[in-house]
């Protein structure tokens, strides 16, 4: 399985993208401990929203959708909005 997530960053409010073959739990943890340079300047950091994929190419497209224009005001949508991970 394959995984795109989207974690919230407690200290700032912003929004990573990321795609995994990892549980996404397991990335959470290593996200929090700095894992590069980004999350460790944001950390901490929650998950808020997961999907799973049976395919590589699938999630690391859904995970550039995320980045793009329409793709950043549905992360908005899912992230505040909706308050997913609250």
Not at 7 to 12: A, E, I, W, Y
Request: net charge positive; glycine share 6%.
């Amino acid at each position: 399985m394959f995984f795109v997530y989207l974690l919230k960053s407690l200290k700032n409010d912003k929004t990573y993208v990321g795609s995994t073959s990892k549980s996404v739990g397991l990335r959470l943890v290593e996200h929090n401990f700095g894992s590069n340079k980004w999350t460790s300047a944001n950390k901490p950091f929650k998950l808020v929203y997961y999907e799973s994929f049976y395919c590589k190419q699938d999630s690391l497209h859904r995970e550039k959708f995320f980045k793009s224009g329409v793709g950043k005001n549905l992360k908005k949508v899912i992230t505040e909005h909706l308050n997913i991970g609250e």
